[in-house]
């Protein structure tokens, strides 16, 4: 399947390929914590100019056809919902490609049907929880990089002292401020004197259970960069040159990420 990002603008029109290129930066898959346009999922998008404002459309793909409907829904949803808020936009059509529920996600979409309304009974949980959800998987990673990153540059600081670690510890960086980031995402307290780590009510833990909590966050962030490599090498594998959409991960990087990956096949389950 091809390929490398498409676009087209069509006629005058108030935005621009950039302004949704923007726009999309603003959109995370929920698992990977990570913006689509960087892992490579937008696979096209139109503008088309009309004198009620810009008609755009966009179409996403995932790394295989049985990705999580929940989280392609929710990735799509957003989409929509960045795109639509843009000056001089008038309608947008978001589809999810190759999917096995592209059709009823699709279908929903289009409806504004909501997530509830597209898959009925099976929508077992509401699309704000789910984020909620990931937004504190998100958190506890972040903490973590926070934190090993600090072992790391002062290994004389014992592991059993690092729940006494305060924001104002942390040196000024990138890290730091994926964690004040997550940390406002959950209307977790940002100023220096705050604690860094802790649970996701902002609650300290006690001495004795540091090392099982950090340990706890360290397996979290694990998982989740661990995913991210991996779904970036199946989307490269199911979309020939996709990879030039990708952007190279700063956090959990491997060396393979900027690297050709041996051939590997994905069954795909047809609707």
């Given at each position: 399947m091809t390929a490398a990002?498409?676009?087209r603008t069509l006629g005058d029109a108030a935005v621009t390929a950039e302004d949704i290129r923007?726009?999309?930066?603003?959109?995370?898959?929920?698992?990977?914590?990570e913006p689509i346009t960087d892992l490579g999922f937008v696979r096209s998008l139109e503008i088309t100019g009309s004198p009620a404002g810009a008609v755009v459309t966009v179409h996403?793909?995932?790394?295989?056809?049985?990705?999580?409907?929940?989280?392609?829904?929710?990735?799509?949803?957003?989409?929509?919902?960045?795109?639509?808020?843009?000056?001089?936009?008038?309608?947008?059509?978001?589809?999810?490609?190759?999917?096995?529920?592209?059709?009823l996600i699709n279908a929903g979409l289009a409806a504004d049907a909501g997530y509830r309304g597209t898959f009925g009974q099976e929508a077992e949980h509401s699309l704000e929880e789910l984020r909620w959800t990931f937004r504190r998987k998100a958190h506890t990673a972040a903490m973590e990089r926070c934190l090993t990153e600090l072992l790391r540059a002062e290994p004389t600081l014992a592991e059993e002292r690092?729940?006494?670690?305060?924001?104002?510890?942390?040196?000024?960086?990138?890290?730091?401020?994926?964690?004040?980031?997550?940390?406002?995402?959950?209307?977790?307290?940002?100023?220096?004197?705050?604690?860094?780590?802790?649970?996701?009510?902002g609650i300290p833990y006690p001495p004795d259970n540091v090392p099982m909590a950090l340990r706890r966050a360290r397996s979290t962030r694990i998982s989740i960069d661990g995913n991210a490599h991996f779904c970036r090498g199946l989307l490269r594998t199911r979309y020939a040159g996709s990879g030039a959409d990708q952007s190279a991960r700063p956090d959990g990087a491997e060396p393979a990420d900027h690297q050709e990956l041996l051939p590997l096949r994905v069954k795909e389950i047809n609707p």
């Open positions: 990002l498409t676009e923007q726009a999309l930066g603003a959109v995370l898959d929920p698992e990977l914590d996403l793909r995932l790394p295989t056809s049985f990705c999580s409907p929940n989280f392609a829904y929710l990735m799509a949803s957003d989409s929509k919902d960045v795109i639509s808020a843009l000056p001089g936009v008038a309608r947008v059509l978001v589809e999810l490609d190759d999917h096995h529920d592209s059709a690092v729940g006494k670690v305060r924001l104002g510890d942390l040196p000024a960086g990138r890290t730091k401020d994926a964690l004040v980031r997550r940390r406002t995402a959950l209307g977790l307290p940002t100023q220096p004197s705050a604690v860094v780590l802790a649970d996701h009510n």
